[in-house]
C-alpha cells in the first residue's frame, strides 16, 4: 500500500473519513472501499433505497471549438454528429491497433462544446492524447469539481423534492439545473444497472451539496466495494480488468457502443483510429469473447483465477469475480474463446489449483434498470 503522501484525495476525504470509510489507494486517490454497515448492506441499500456515491475521482474534461464533433469521432466509433444537445452516450477511445485506451461518457453541452467523464486511473493519458490528436481545440480539464452520484430506487423520489425537473429526463440525457441555489449540470446516468443521476458541482458549493442529499434518511454514503459488486451484477466493464490496451470494443462485448453509422456501410463510417481492426472484427468475428459467470458453491473466484475446459486445458482468464449481494451467490466475468462463450457453456476456474465449476449466463446478471421513459 502507497503512503498516503503519494496518493490523492477528492474533496470528499474528510465526509469519508468522518462517515466511517475505510480508506484504500484506488486509482491514485484515497478512497473509501465500505463503511460502518459493510459492502453488502451498502450494495442493498442502494438497490433498494439510494446510495451516494464520491466520483470526484473521475476527469471531468470540456472539449471545445469549432467542428469539435467531427474532431472527437477520429477517436472514437461512435455518431456524436447527430448527438442532441445535453444528450450523452457511451463510448470508448481506441488506439490504432483496435484496443480500448479508456472507456468515458460524452455529453453534448452546445453545437461545439463537448463535456467527458473519463477514469481516474487514465484521465492524464487520456488528457495528453486528447490535446495530441485535437491541436486546435480548447481543452480543459476540471480538477477540482465535485461528481456524485445518486443511485437506487429511491434517487428519482429525492429528485423530486430538490429539482422536480431531473425527474423528465430519460437515460442518457442531462441538463443545468439549481439545487437550493447551487449551479449543477446533472445527467440521469450511472454505474449501477439502476435508475440514478449524476452530478456535477463546482468545488465551492459540493460540501453544501453533500449535506443536501445526505440529510434525506434513505440516502447513505457506498463505497467502492458495492459500486464494484453493483456493476458486476449489471455487466458492466471495469477498465484496467475487463477492458485494455489489448482488447477491443468487439471482443469486450461492447459492440453496441459503436454506432451503426460508424460500421462498414455506414453514412460515416470508419474513420476512427484502429477502424480497420475494429471493422474487420465486426465482419468476421473475434477469436476471444467477454461473458459472465455464475459460480457453483459459495465461495467467490477473484480476478486473474484460470479458466480450463473438460480437459484440463487453460482457455481463458477471469477479469472481475466476487459475491452478488443480490443474487446471493458468487459472479464473476471473464474471456474465453468465442466458441465456448455460448450461454450455458460447462467451464472450470482454478483456485488455488483446484477446479470450481463456472457456467457461462447471460449479462446483465440481475436486470438494468434505468429510466428509458
Known amino acids: 500500500m502507497a503512503p498516503e503522501s503519494e496518493v490523492s484525495k477528492t474533496i470528499f476525504y474528510d465526509y469519508h473519513v468522518a462517515a466511517g470509510g475505510k480508506m484504500v489507494p484506488f486509482a491514485g486517490y484515497l478512497m473509501p472501499v465500505q463503511y460502518s454497515e459493510g459492502i453488502m448492506q451498502e450494495h442493498l441499500h ?10 470526484s475521482h473521475m476527469g471531468q474534461v470540456i472539449v471545445r471549438g469549432e467542428g469539435a464533433a467531427e474532431a472527437l469521432e477520429k477517436l472514437m466509433p461512435v455518431d456524436l454528429q447527430s448527438l442532441a444537445i445535453n444528450q450523452q452516450t457511451y463510448a470508448t477511445l481506441t488506439n490504432e491497433q483496435g484496443g480500448v485506451l479508456d472507456d468515458l461518457i460524452v455529453t453534448r453541452w452546445t453545437e461545439d462544446t463537448f463535456f467527458l467523464v473519463v477514469n481516474a486511473g487514465c484521465k492524464a493519458q487520456d488528457i495528453t492524447h486528447l490535446r ?6 480548447e481543452i480543459t480539464y476540471l480538477a477540482d469539481r465535485g461528481l456524485l452520484a445518486l443511485q437506487g430506487l429511491e434517487a428519482k423520489n429525492v429528485m423530486a423534492e430538490l429539482v422536480p425537473e431531473a425527474n423528465t429526463l430519460v437515460f442518457m440525457n442531462g441538463g443545468h439545473a439549481s439545487i437550493d441555489g447551487i449551479d449543477v449540470y446533472i445527467t440521469r446516468s450511472g454505474y449501477t444497472g439502476e ?9 465551492a458549493d459540493a460540501f453544501a451539496l453533500a449535506d443536501i442529499l445526505l440529510d434525506f434518511e434513505s440516502v447513505n454514503w457506498i463505497g467502492l466495494g458495492a459500486r464494484d459488486s453493483l456493476r458486476l451484477e449489471a455487466g458492466l466493464c471495469l477498465y484496467g480488468h475487463d477492458m485494455d490496451q ?30 480497420d481492426v475494429i471493422l474487420e472484427q465486426i465482419a468476421s468475428g473475434a477469436s476471444k469473447k467477454r461473458v459472465g459467470f455464475l459460480v457453483d458453491g459459495r465461495a467467490p473466484v477473484r480476478e486473474g483465477a484460470e479458466i480450463i475446459d473438460e480437459a484440463g486445458t487453460v482457455v481463458g482468464v477471469i477479469t472481475s469475480g466476487g459475491f452478488g449481494p443480490t443474487l446471493q ?43 428509458r421513459g
Open 46 to 55: 442502494c438497490r433498494d433505497r439510494a446510495g451516494l456515491f464520491d466520483v
Open 132 to 137: 495530441k490528436q485535437l491541436p486546435d481545440f
Open 195 to 203: 435508475d440514478g443521476f449524476e452530478i456535477s458541482v463546482d468545488p
Open 246 to 275: 489489448q482488447t477491443s470494443p468487439v471482443e469486450a462485448g461492447i459492440i453496441w457502443s459503436i454506432s451503426k453509422s460508424r460500421r462498414a456501410g455506414g453514412a460515416n463510417e470508419g474513420g476512427f483510429l484502429g477502424a
Open 329 to 371: 451467490a458468487p459472479i464473476a466475468m471473464g474471456y474465453v474463446p468465442t466458441e465456448l462463450s455460448a450461454i450455458g457453456t460447462q467451464l472450470n476456474a482454478l483456485v488455488r489449483g483446484k477446479p470450481r465449476p463456472i457456467t457461462v449466463t447471460k449479462m446483465p446478471l440481475v436486470p438494468q434498470r434505468y429510466f
